[in-house]
């Protein structure tokens, strides 16, 4: 698995970790009580779904614990005037006549339709330590790539309000 995470976000997956097993796992358990309370467990939908609801926190519970043991913790930190973890970045694209702007964050937090784009996507590798007005390569495979240049960089707070992706 071999995420890499920074402190901030193992910190969130714990507190979600935390909330997963002090909370949930209560709530969901007594769940399963109340549904097997009410007879015939073979034809009784509620027992069914709620023990379902039980086995998905307690999956979840398990995948975010071995993504903290597994992590690779990165640093944050850029240079001001580069495009690092965080930043909000404007760049145009040159094929499309468009331009977009996408934050750059770690591959638990990437999601392209909220223009969070991953440091380990294609664009996400072609932007980090590049500068305002640099024209750089964006290599989707070996065999397309295109261009884009790079309009402004924002150094943005990561406040966790990009929640990490739910699987």
Same mark, same amino acid.
């Given at each position: 698995?071999n995420d890499e995470l920074?402190? &901030?976000?193992?910190?969130?997956?714990?507190?979600?970790?935390?909330?997963?097993?002090?909370?949930?796992?209560? $709530?969901?358990?007594?769940?399963?009580?109340?549904? =097997?309370?009410?007879?015939?467990?073979? $034809?009784?939908?509620?027992?069914?779904?709620?023990?379902?609801? &039980?086995? &998905?926190?307690?999956?979840?519970?398990? !995948?975010?614990? =071995?993504?903290?043991?597994?992590?690779?913790?990165?640093?944050?930190?850029?240079?001001?005037?580069?495009?690092?973890?965080?930043?909000?970045?404007?760049? !145009?694209?040159?094929?499309?006549?468009?331009?977009?702007?996408? &934050?750059?964050?770690?591959?638990?937090?990437?999601?392209?339709?909220?223009?969070?784009?991953?440091? $380990?996507?294609?664009?996400?590798?072609?932007?980090i330590g590049h500068k305002?007005?640099?024209?750089?390569?964006?290599?989707?495979?070996?065999?397309?790539?295109?261009?884009?240049?790079?309009?402004?960089? $924002?150094?943005?707070?990561?406040?966790?309000?990009?929640?990490?992706?739910?699987?």
């Amino acid at each position: 698995m071999n995420d890499e995470l920074t402190a &901030k976000d193992i910190e969130r997956i714990e507190k979600e970790i935390e909330y997963r097993k002090l909370v949930l796992r209560k $709530e969901l358990i007594e769940s399963v009580k109340e549904a =097997r309370a009410h007879g015939d467990l073979s $034809e009784n939908f509620e027992y069914h779904a709620a023990k379902q609801e &039980k086995n &998905k926190n307690e999956s979840r519970i398990r !995948y975010l614990e =071995r993504m903290v043991r597994t992590a690779h913790i990165i640093e944050e930190d850029s240079a001001d005037d580069e495009v690092g973890l965080n930043n909000t970045v404007v760049v !145009y694209i040159e094929e499309d006549d468009a331009e977009e702007t996408y &934050k750059i964050v770690t591959t638990v937090r990437g999601n392209s339709l909220k223009g969070l784009i991953s440091i $380990e996507s294609p664009m996400g590798k072609a932007l980090i330590g590049h500068k305002a007005g640099d024209r750089v390569e964006v290599k989707v495979n070996e065999d397309y790539s295109y261009y884009v240049q790079i309009r402004s960089i $924002e150094n943005t707070i990561d406040d966790g309000s990009d929640a990490l992706r739910k699987f």
